[in-house]
């Protein structure tokens, strides 16, 4: 079944309205979302998503570092925490890049080199090899690992609203077509959505990157606002969990992608929801 239909006229002149009384203030993201490559050149590209996909990192691993000094890690293990910090960042990609070749499954066997080099990834996964990072460090270390995953959640927020901006930017993780007043549109051919689905092109769909990126910023600023408060380990990583799990349940139905681009039946979709759930009874189970 197919999620995509040609433009009504009725379509495109919501698409024109939409575009004609976009407010000022979002004018520099359609700027963004119309140019997923930055700069070009004989030899390289600079591209917008791997460009805030960098920042992302190296922001949140700065914030990485203030959340354990607030979190009153002594100074020979905090410097034990730096020297290891860049294992976070292949770790976190190896898992998720992992469990997105999971889901893609058959296909990649038959295609193992294009799926491998494609930007496909998945958060539950970097998630999961945050945490074996985290528990590996803390056992190294002498400290409680909930301690250290306390950090990683404020830090991740923060990365992951840096990050979904450069999924806007590149058209991946899109959302359906809608004709709500905050629909955008790509016609940009180098942009994802219209590179893997052609009909797409510029069929207003759910920018639903901001709306994870802009949820992210703000539960950043709750969790960030705890740090300086004398709070039981592992209390951030509950409120993490939660946050995420349910975030994730409300915006996926609004995500295009995971049906059309290698799940049409949505199997995909039940079992990141499955984790997703899972994810707020650990949550839920860890705050109490």
């Not at 976009?22 to 993201?29: A, K, Y």
């Not at 791997?50 to 009153?72: D, I, K, M, W």
């Not at 296909?107 to 494609?118: D, G, N, S, T, Y």
């Not at 975030?247 to 997703?276: C, H, Q, W």
Request: net charge positive; charged share 15%.
């Amino acid at each position: 079944m197919s999620l995509i239909s040609e433009p009504s006229k009725k379509e495109v002149s919501c698409r024109d309205k939409i575009n004609g009384s976009l407010p000022i203030v979002f004018r520099p993201l359609r700027w963004l979302k119309d140019r997923p490559i930055f700069c070009r050149s004989p030899s390289f590209h600079i591209v917008g998503f791997g460009f805030f996909a960098a920042l992302g990192a190296v922001v949140s691993s700065v914030v990485f570092q203030v959340a354990l000094l607030y979190r009153g890690l002594p100074e020979a293990q905090f410097m034990m925490a730096i020297v290891f910090l860049p294992v976070l960042i292949p770790c976190v990609w190896l898992f998720a890049k992992l469990l997105n070749l999971a889901f893609v499954g058959s296909e990649f066997i038959r295609h193992p080199r294009r799926h491998l080099a494609a930007t496909g990834f998945n958060v539950h996964g970097g998630i999961l090899g945050a945490i074996l990072w985290g528990w590996a460090c803390g056992r190294l270390f002498g400290q409680p690992a909930f301690m250290l995953f306390d950090c990683l959640s404020v830090a991740a927020l923060l990365g992951q609203a840096i990050a979904r901006v450069g999924c806007f930017n590149y058209g991946c993780c899109y959302g359906r077509p809608t004709d709500g007043p905050l629909a955008v549109h790509y016609t940009n051919p180098e942009s994802k959505i219209v590179r893997v689905n052609p009909s797409l092109h510029g069929i207003p769909v759910h920018p639903v990157q901001l709306y994870d990126s802009a949820s992210s910023l703000l539960a950043f600023g709750i969790l960030a606002m705890h740090l300086p408060l004398a709070l039981p380990h592992g209390y951030l990583s509950a409120l993490f969990l939660l946050y995420f799990g349910i975030n994730r349940l409300l915006l996926e139905r609004l995500r295009g992608d995971l049906f059309v681009n290698y799940d049409p039946k949505g199997k995909a979709i039940r079992v990141t929801s499955r984790l997703s759930v899972g994810m707020v009874v650990a949550g839920a189970v860890l705050l109490w």
